[in-house]
């Protein structure tokens, strides 16, 4: 059972450039959570999906950041218009839709440099 | 006031100690804990979950005092594989948001 996956691993893009970063759950998995760890800090909650809907979005920057998980293919979080403090690393997590309900498996993170 | 915190370290301790780490966190009602371990430039990887009880996987052991909101993890007889970021996680229930403290750095050196 493939565990959860993101790509690309590693993303540089220029300053007004747009980022998109991928992540499958894992098998089975409905729950979709984009976790952002800025360097030498700790993970901030982003936005919490399950499919095709944004169930809570309280961590998201109001401009240029957006999220999605489509009925079909993987979660997609897109950064439009980067600025050099959007260099991070990207986590995503995913979780079953109920009984084991806390353990939130991540996948190995995008990191994102943008010059 | 952070929603939880760690003392950030490092911790430098020889192969075979004991180590504790500490956590404590500011919304009461908070429900799930957990500890995670990050490695340099890994995703975070779950090491135990934290219950009332108290709860212990080999040489690992949690703590947690609701009365205190405090969270608590003792590694004995360490090994210089455990060389790492341990994480204090909590949420509010099961399939929310987890929230993460900094992070606490722990180095076993031979």
């Known amino acids: 059972n493939a565990g959860v996956m993101q790509n690309p691993r590693h993303l540089v893009r220029r300053r007004g450039q747009e980022a998109r970063l991928r992540c499958s759950p894992m098998?089975?998995?409905?729950?979709v959570y984009w976790y952002r760890q800025l360097p030498e800090e700790g993970l901030k909650f982003m936005v919490y999906?399950?499919?095709?809907?944004?169930?809570?979005e309280s961590g998201m920057p109001k401009e240029r950041f957006s999220a999605e998980f489509p009925k079909e293919g993987p979660s997609i979080l897109r950064i439009q218009q980067v600025v050099r403090g959007d260099s991070a690393a990207y986590f995503c997590?995913?979780?079953?839709?109920?009984?084991?309900?806390?353990?939130?498996?991540f996948g190995p993170g995008t990191r994102l440099l943008v010059l | 006031r952070k929603e939880v915190e760690q003392d950030p370290g490092p911790f430098n301790v020889p192969e075979g100690a004991t180590v504790a780490f500490n956590c404590t966190y500011s919304?009461?009602?908070?429900?799930?804990f957990f500890w995670y371990r990050q490695d340099c430039r890994k995703e975070p990887k779950l090491l135990m979950s934290?219950?009332?009880s108290g709860n212990e996987d080999g040489r690992f052991t949690a703590q947690l005092n609701r009365a205190s909101q405090y969270i608590s993890l003792l590694i004995r007889d360490s090994k210089l594989s455990d060389s790492a970021t341990y994480l204090c996680?909590?949420?509010?229930?099961?399939?929310?948001?987890?929230?993460f403290g900094k992070g606490t750095r722990l180095s076993v050196i031979a």
């Open positions: 996680v909590v949420s509010a229930s099961g399939n929310t948001p987890l929230v």
């Open positions: 919304n009461s009602a908070s429900q799930s």
């Open positions: 934290v219950y009332s």
């Open positions: 999906l399950q499919k095709e809907n944004i169930i809570d």
């Open positions: 997590a995913s979780s079953p839709p109920r009984g084991n309900q806390e353990t939130q498996y």
């Open positions: 098998k089975g998995h409905s729950h």
